[in-house]
């Protein structure tokens, strides 16, 4: 997925993999966050046995 703007993501239960177009898929857990150009291509998938929460805000410039 891409579109204008920017996002960040924080994880507040459970664990997800972000993947993005240039760099290597990160898993993220409670407590963790990213911050990333939403012109780039990202994508969030769920790993938890039980779905994960996450606060996912975007910005648009």
Do not use: C
Request: proline share 2%; aromatic share 14%.
């Amino acid at each position: 997925m891409r579109h204008d703007g920017e996002e960040f993501l924080y994880v507040l239960t459970g664990v997800v993999r972000l993947f993005t177009e240039f760099y290597e898929p990160v898993e993220l857990r409670w407590g963790d966050s990213a911050y990333y150009d939403a012109a780039t291509g990202h994508n969030l998938i769920g790993l938890s046995d039980e779905d994960a929460t996450v606060l996912w805000v975007t910005s648009l410039a």
